[in-house]
């Protein structure tokens, strides 16, 4: 478990105009003579046709809402909500996810003997709409590191992978191989991979506050002040977009606030919706939660090396994303997409299990589910 992060207070910035400009934020500490590293994020040439949206992009999602007005008989298919990932679509698939039919609960045989470790579980046949087990899905529980997927998704509402980010303060440990230096420069794409993957903290910290102006000038409702405000804002935003009734966020990490108060709160059932439409929008985007360790190179030559916080991950037949989470007051938690036979969609998740024992309790739901659908 990471240490809590020191309170940062930025300066207000207000985006500039051109795609090429580099945004700053003086990250220095009030009592500190001497100012951290701006937080820098610059666009290349070659990408700049890949920017957030601008107003054509806000005149297309507005007569994209007039032709569904006109077709209103019109269905998504599941290769729609599998292959749209622009701003607008996933706005309409988020709006399909929280309107979707009330899953079938079954009995398979399978699961009959299943005994977990974890305070709450969801296995969600996604393909069937069959709920395949359920142990308290609506205990609301703190999510710890799960927090880092709607993190991920809101931030990339407005920061393109190939954006270029130098990062503004040491992450991680001295010794940790996915500690990211001061002053290097990182393509977004890499600095999200590494942060999913390892689960760093600190990671999401600076993603949150690199896209933190573009989210405020995006959405007008989200709050002003604070290096993270209007990210997390858009976290909550997008939780209540999707129904989910039990979830919130208090921090852009899931690190514990105090002893007795955790960074972020939901449901199994609400995680497994959450997955379900990180799944079906942005499944690029998660694919480094896929592998059990790789390495990035920084645009100035420096290298990490992400070690994937998933041991169960090789028990996963037909992975398409993960992501695990443990503080103190969360315990283990783990939760899944996967494919226990090729294109049929499954969801598990596990919340309030042991360290150690999330992993041994995902891989029994894993072996129960292809022992179920073959």
Same mark, same amino acid.
């Given at each position: 478990?990471?240490?809590?992060?020191?309170?940062?207070?930025?300066?207000?910035?207000?985006?500039?105009?051109?795609?090429?400009?580099?945004?700053?934020?003086?990250?220095?500490?009030?009592?500190?003579?001497?100012?951290?590293?701006?937080? $820098?994020?610059?666009?290349?040439?070659?990408?700049?046709?890949?920017?957030?949206?601008?107003?054509?992009? %806000?005149?297309? %999602?507005?007569?994209?809402?007039?032709?569904?007005?006109?077709?209103?008989? /019109?269905?998504? /298919?599941?290769?729609?909500?599998?292959?749209?990932?622009?701003?607008?679509?996933?706005?309409?698939?988020?709006?399909?996810?929280?309107?979707?039919?009330?899953? +079938?609960?079954?009995?398979?045989?399978?699961?009959?003997?299943?005994?977990?470790?974890?305070?709450?579980?969801?296995?969600?046949?996604?393909?069937?709409?069959?709920?395949?087990?359920?142990?308290?899905?609506?205990?609301?529980?703190?999510?710890?590191?799960?927090?880092?997927?709607?993190?991920?998704?809101?931030?990339? $509402?407005?920061?393109?992978?190939?954006?270029?980010?130098? %990062?503004?303060?040491?992450?991680?440990?001295?010794?940790?191989?996915?500690?990211?230096?001061?002053?290097?420069? #990182?393509?977004?794409?890499?600095? %999200?991979?590494?942060?999913?993957?390892?689960?760093?903290?600190?990671?999401?910290?600076?993603?949150?506050?690199?896209?933190?102006?573009?989210?405020?000038?995006?959405?007008?409702?989200?709050?002003?002040?604070?290096?993270?405000?209007?990210?997390? #804002?858009?976290?909550?935003?997008?939780?209540?977009?999707?129904?989910?009734?039990?979830?919130?966020?208090?921090?852009?990490?899931?690190?514990?606030?105090?002893?007795?108060?955790?960074?972020?709160?939901?449901?199994?059932?609400? +995680?497994? /919706?959450?997955?379900?439409?990180?799944?079906?929008?942005?499944?690029?985007?998660?694919?480094?939660?896929?592998?059990?360790?790789?390495?990035?190179?920084?645009?100035?030559?420096?290298?990490?090396?992400?070690?994937?916080?998933?041991?169960?991950?090789?028990?996963?037949?037909?992975?398409?994303?993960?992501?695990?989470?443990?503080?103190?007051?969360?315990?283990?938690?783990?939760?899944?997409?996967?494919?226990?036979?090729?294109?049929?969609?499954?969801?598990?998740?596990?919340?309030?299990?042991?360290?150690?024992?999330?992993? $041994?309790?995902?891989?029994?739901?894993?072996?129960?589910?292809?022992?179920?659908?073959?």
């Amino acid at each position: 478990m990471e240490q809590p992060l020191p309170p940062i207070q930025p300066t207000p910035i207000t985006p500039p105009n051109t795609p090429d400009s580099i945004y700053h934020i003086d990250l220095s500490e009030p009592a500190l003579p001497e100012p951290t590293h701006p937080l $820098e994020l610059t666009e290349g040439a070659d990408i700049i046709h890949g920017a957030g949206p601008g107003p054509s992009a %806000i005149s297309s %999602i507005g007569t994209l809402s007039l032709a569904l007005i006109f077709t209103a008989s /019109t269905v998504f /298919t599941v290769s729609y909500l599998q292959t749209n990932a622009d701003t607008a679509s996933k706005k309409d698939v988020g709006n399909q996810v929280a309107a979707a039919a009330v899953p +079938v609960q079954i009995a398979p045989a399978a699961f009959a003997s299943t005994t977990l470790q974890a305070s709450a579980a969801y296995v969600l046949d996604v393909t069937d709409n069959h709920i395949l087990y359920s142990l308290n899905p609506d205990a609301q529980l703190p999510l710890a590191s799960i927090t880092k997927v709607p993190m991920a998704l809101v931030v990339s $509402e407005v920061l393109t992978p190939e954006m270029r980010l130098v %990062i503004p303060r040491d992450t991680g440990y001295p010794a940790s191989p996915d500690r990211l230096i001061t002053g290097d420069t #990182w393509r977004i794409g890499d600095v %999200i991979d590494l942060t999913l993957a390892a689960s760093s903290n600190d990671g999401a910290e600076i993603l949150a506050e690199a896209a933190n102006e573009s989210l405020r000038a995006k959405y007008p409702l989200a709050p002003i002040g604070g290096a993270t405000s209007a990210t997390l #804002w858009r976290m909550n935003d997008l939780a209540k977009q999707l129904g989910l009734s039990k979830t919130y966020f208090l921090n852009v990490s899931g690190l514990d606030e105090s002893t007795t108060q955790s960074g972020a709160y939901g449901s199994a059932r609400d +995680v497994a /919706t959450l997955f379900a439409y990180a799944a079906s929008t942005s499944p690029r985007l998660f694919a480094g939660t896929t592998q059990s360790s790789f390495s990035l190179m920084s645009l100035n030559g420096a290298t990490a090396t992400a070690i994937n916080t998933d041991k169960a991950l090789n028990a996963i037949p037909g992975i398409i994303m993960g992501k695990t989470g443990y503080t103190d007051l969360a315990g283990g938690n783990l939760a899944i997409v996967f494919e226990p036979v090729p294109g049929h969609r499954v969801i598990a998740v596990v919340l309030g299990s042991t360290e150690t024992g999330r992993f $041994e309790d995902m891989k029994k739901l894993v072996a129960a589910t292809q022992d179920t659908i073959k």
